[in-house]
């Protein structure tokens, strides 16, 4: 499935959203203001941006290379790469 990008005004209503909207599925990217995530099966995870106040954090024993086989390693280079300006 492909990834796809889901914007949203603050971390809060991207929590939020991921928890209860079909539409978001494991993997898609979430843009909440300056804050960019992916989400992992439930839980939108950091990628890039200001310190985050609602989404989690990979361990720091972890990369996204190695994070469950590097399931998400795609979604987050491309999160990664976007241009938020």
Request: charged share 25%.
């Given at each position: 499935?492909?990834?796809?990008?889901?914007?949203?005004?603050?971390?809060e209503?991207?929590?939020?959203?991921?928890?209860?909207?079909?539409?978001?599925?494991?993997?898609?990217?979430?843009?909440?203001?300056?804050?960019v995530?992916?989400?992992?099966?439930?839980?939108?995870?950091?990628?890039?941006?200001?310190?985050?106040?609602?989404?989690?954090?990979?361990?720091?024993?972890?990369?996204?290379?190695?994070?469950e086989?590097?399931?998400?390693?795609?979604?987050?280079?491309?999160?990664?790469?976007?241009?938020?300006?």
């Open positions: 499935m492909p990834v796809t990008i889901h914007k949203f005004p603050d971390e209503e991207a929590y939020d959203a991921s928890q209860c909207w079909d539409e978001i599925h494991d993997g898609d990217i979430l843009i909440a203001a300056n804050v995530g992916v989400l992992i099966k439930a839980w939108p995870t950091y990628i890039k941006g200001p310190q985050p106040k609602q989404f989690h954090r990979l361990a720091p024993t972890e990369t996204w290379e190695s994070f086989g590097g399931k998400y390693f795609e979604s987050a280079k491309i999160a990664m790469c976007l241009d938020l300006e």
